[in-house]
C-alpha cells in the first residue's frame, strides 16, 4: 500500500518520532515519569502529541484518557492505546529511518 507523506508530516519534531518508536515496540500505556507535579505538567505536552498522531492518523485510536484534579484545573496522568501504528506511522518512521534510500519500491511519496 502507497502512503503519501506531506512536508508538514515530515516535519515532526524528535519528540513526536520517539513517541512513535514507543508505540511501534508495543507501548501502549503513557503516564508522566514521576508523582510530581512538574512531571504532570509536562505530560501534557505529551498527551497533546499523541492526540496529534491519532487525529493525523499515524497511530489507530486513543481509547482512555484518565482525568485527576490538578492545581485550578483538570489535567490528563494516563493515557492508553488500543492496537499500534497506521501504515502512515510505518512510513513515517521509515522515512526517517532511511530505509527508503534506494528503495526499488518506495514505501510513499512526499506531496506538498
Same mark, same amino acid.
Given at each position: @500500500?502507497?502512503?503519501?507523506?506531506?512536508?508538514?508530516?515530515?516535519?515532526?519534531?524528535? =519528540?513526536?518520532?520517539?513517541?512513535?518508536?514507543?508505540?511501534?515496540? $508495543?507501548?501502549?500505556?503513557?503516564?508522566?515519569?514521576?508523582?510530581?507535579?512538574?512531571?504532570?505538567?509536562?505530560?501534557?505536552?505529551?498527551?497533546? @502529541?499523541?492526540?496529534?498522531?491519532?487525529?493525523?492518523?499515524?497511530?489507530?485510536?486513543?481509547?482512555?484518557?484518565? @482525568?485527576?484534579?490538578?492545581?485550578?484545573?483538570?489535567?490528563?496522568?494516563?493515557?492508553?492505546?488500543?492496537?499500534?501504528?497506521?501504515?502512515?506511522?510505518?512510513?513515517?518512521?521509515?522515512?526517517?529511518? $532511511?530505509? =527508503?534510500? $534506494?528503495?526499488?519500491?518506495?514505501?510513499?511519496?512526499?506531496?506538498?
Amino acid at each position: @500500500m502507497k502512503v503519501n507523506l506531506t512536508l508538514k508530516d515530515l516535519s515532526l519534531g524528535q =519528540q513526536t518520532i520517539q513517541l512513535l518508536r514507543e508505540v511501534e515496540s $508495543g507501548k501502549r500505556i503513557f503516564e508522566p515519569t514521576a508523582n510530581l507535579p512538574d512531571a504532570l505538567e509536562g505530560f501534557q505536552e505529551q498527551v497533546k @502529541m499523541l492526540r496529534t498522531l491519532e487525529t493525523r492518523r499515524f497511530i489507530l485510536e486513543i481509547n482512555g484518557l484518565n @482525568m485527576v484534579r490538578g492545581v485550578g484545573r483538570s489535567v490528563i496522568d494516563k493515557v492508553r492505546l488500543r492496537g499500534g501504528l497506521t501504515e502512515k506511522g510505518r512510513a513515517l518512521l521509515a522515512h526517517h529511518d $532511511g530505509s =527508503q534510500v $534506494g528503495s526499488s519500491s518506495p514505501i510513499g511519496e512526499i506531496s506538498e
